[in-house]
């Protein structure tokens, strides 16, 4: 970038504000505890560890993903996962599932930005690692589920993490893809391992991910590289039989007798729908503030690339078609776009879809008209974009805005009492679960915080939620009551 802004400054500076509005997040990660489907699915790996059976514990997590198969849905490596929440180790600490969310997304999302400066545009990584970084500050700070985004291991681990997965290892093929190096057997088959395991998560992802390997296989053809093309190909069919295997597995059928979905054209359909709702829904101010504060950068990053924008309207259909593919898988199966932990999933890939539009079309208008290139590297431009910018970002705060930041309002939780209050109400109750052996009664957290949730405690003692705090705390039952803790 020019002498008026230097891109190792400014990846600095945009460091240290992530590390600043990322701060409240991982603070409140201490007041948060187990809630809802974390009891179901680690009650008996949790009885073990009580029991101190450690190692017939760690048996439980592969056991649980086979009885899952047979009996509710395919998603074995999911189910995997679930077990292990950490409220639930030899050392509670349920803390970790935040830090392990923000760590994991914003690892995946920083490396693959680096990769593609580096090895597609063959460009200094500080523009890959900037472009990452604004659009982490604004996830994390418009995510419209606090909760379900950060502090409920079992739909953060189902969605955040999976997407973070996938995008780390879509990220390790274009390292092989774009180097001189060949696939080794060992590379292959450690690649062919993670595509096995992002396919055992949920389908929006493991859908994503075949097609993402297809277009990776149709790339190697072209490349007349038999070693990498043979490697793609084998790692697309692990892809694909592990898919397959967490389609139809037999406990699938038993969830959608429960569920009314549709057909897969109409699901096409209105998952194209949606699609163009939520990109018309999310493009907001700070969007575009964003997307301003890249073009500066966007052209340092593509300037003398050698690839060739060509086709941008074909670019721009295919990756609007990943982002709505995403959404078919939950059309298909229940008639709807999926619950609020999903939709968190799809405005994180909602940046990634409109930051490729930007890189493409940038790129595009940079090998098209020289005037651009000249336009975008004068200081003036940076100035008057950057001043642009800023006064969007003013705008925004005008308008209070501002408190609606997830670290404002996470913030607000913390330095109210709030999650105190919240933390020790939570206490009281899982106290008195543990404490007790047959029929328990408690009442539900009664705090309100902007970003905690309660355990939903039902009226009715079979409700699902009932059931499983009672597996989880070995009750015969648990009845909810309206009367203060302690009475």
Known sequence: MNKIVNAKNVRIFLSVLYIITTIPILVMAFYSGPLWDDFESSAIFHELIKNHRYLLAMLVPIGNSIYMLFSWQGTYFAEFMFVLQPGAWPIPAYWVNTFLIVGAVSFSYIFLWRTLAEMVFRSKKHYGTIIALLMLILQFQKVPYIHQAFYWYNGAIYYSFFLALCITEITLII??????????????????????????????????????????????????????????????????????????????????????????????????????????????????????????????????SKVKFKYPGIALIIMFGLYAAQMAPPYYGLSSPGAERQIDMYYYTFHLFITGCLVYIEGWLLSRYAGISNFLSAKKTTIIIMFSAFLIFLIVITKQEVSDFNSVKIADDILSGRATQYAKEYALITEKLASEDKICHVQDISQWTYSLDSFGIDEDPMHWINRGLARYYDCEQIIKIDSPLGN
């Open 175 to 304: 390292k092989l893809l774009y180097s001189h190096n060949s696939f080794t057997k060992k590379k292959r088959n450690l690649l062919a391992l993670l595509a096995f395991m992002v396919s055992g998560g949920n389908y929006s992802i493991a859908l994503i991910n075949c097609i993402v390997l297809l277009l990776f296989l149709i790339y190697a053809r072209s490349l007349d590289d038999k070693n990498k093309f043979k490697s793609i190909r084998m790692i697309l069919i692990v892809a694909f039989i592990g898919l397959a295997i967490s389609m139809f597995a037999p406990g699938n059928a038993v969830r959608a007798a429960g569920e009314t979905g549709m057909s897969a054209p109409k699901a096409i359909y209105h998952s194209i729908i949606y699609a163009v709702k939520t990109i018309i829904m999310w493009m907001r101010p700070l969007q575009v503030a964003m997307l301003l504060l890249m073009m500066p950068v966007v052209y340092y990053l593509v300037r003398d």
